[in-house]
Each structure stands twice: as C-alpha cells, then as structure tokens.
Nanobody, 126 residues
C-alpha cells in the first residue's frame, strides 16, 4: 500500500516562492498520475495541477497557470510543485494524490484519485 507525504510548506511573503514535494513510501508511485489540490478554510478542495505517469504532460488550474510548475523524478519517487509569485489567495493546505487506474490522464476531480497525502500548510502573507 503506497503512502504519500507532502513536505515543504511554510510561511512566505507575497511574491515569494516555495517548493512542495510529494514522496511515496510503501510502494512506488512512478506508475501513477499525480495531482496537487489545495483547500483554504471554508472552501472546497481545488485542483491545482497534475502530471501523468512518466511526466510527459502536465496541466494546471486557471488560478495558478504561469506561476506553478509540477515535475517528477521517478528515480527518487517524488513529485514536486514549484510555486512562484505567490499571492495571499494561495494560502491553503496543499495535498498530493495518486491516480493509478488512469495514469495517462490528469483528473481535476477528487474521486479520480486512489491515495492522498495528509497535506502541508502554505501561508502567504501580504
């Protein structure tokens, strides 16, 4: 059974950058598509972006396009989320999730994912 753990969250000023990492344990997730989601207090969980198995394609939510980049290192079994030009509205708990069943697809909805991490807090101050 694969487990996912996010790391790299923290407090940053507006305009700054953070890099989140999602690591797998128990089983490799190199054969899965991986999505990043976020949830701010009082709001629904929102699709941030994703990357397919093999890393050949990525997709992003409209609110982060041009600022966030997802990459994966299958040798290290990690998927990273590079966040640049952060805004206060990016403040949320960020989650990574793995989709093994349809690993050639980037699914923007939560039901498409089999395994979730516990989340890491990102706070952007103005």
């Amino acid at each position: 059974q694969v487990q996912l753990v996010e790391s790299g969250g923290g407090l940053v000023q507006a305009g700054g950058s953070l890099r989140l990492s999602c690591a797998a344990s128990g089983r490799t997730f190199s054969g899965a598509a991986v999505g990043w989601f976020r949830q701010a207090p009082g709001k629904e969980r929102e699709f941030v972006g994703g990357i397919i198995r093999g890393g050949g394609r990525t997709d992003y939510g409209d609110s982060v396009k041009g600022r966030f980049t997802i990459s994966r290192d299958n040798a290290k079994d990690t998927v990273d989320l590079q966040m640049n030009n952060l805004k206060p509205e990016d403040t949320a708990v960020y989650y990574c999730a793995a989709n093994f069943a349809r690993s050639w697809m980037i699914l923007p909805a939560m039901p498409g994912y089999d395994v979730w991490g516990q989340g890491t807090q990102v706070t952007v101050s103005s």
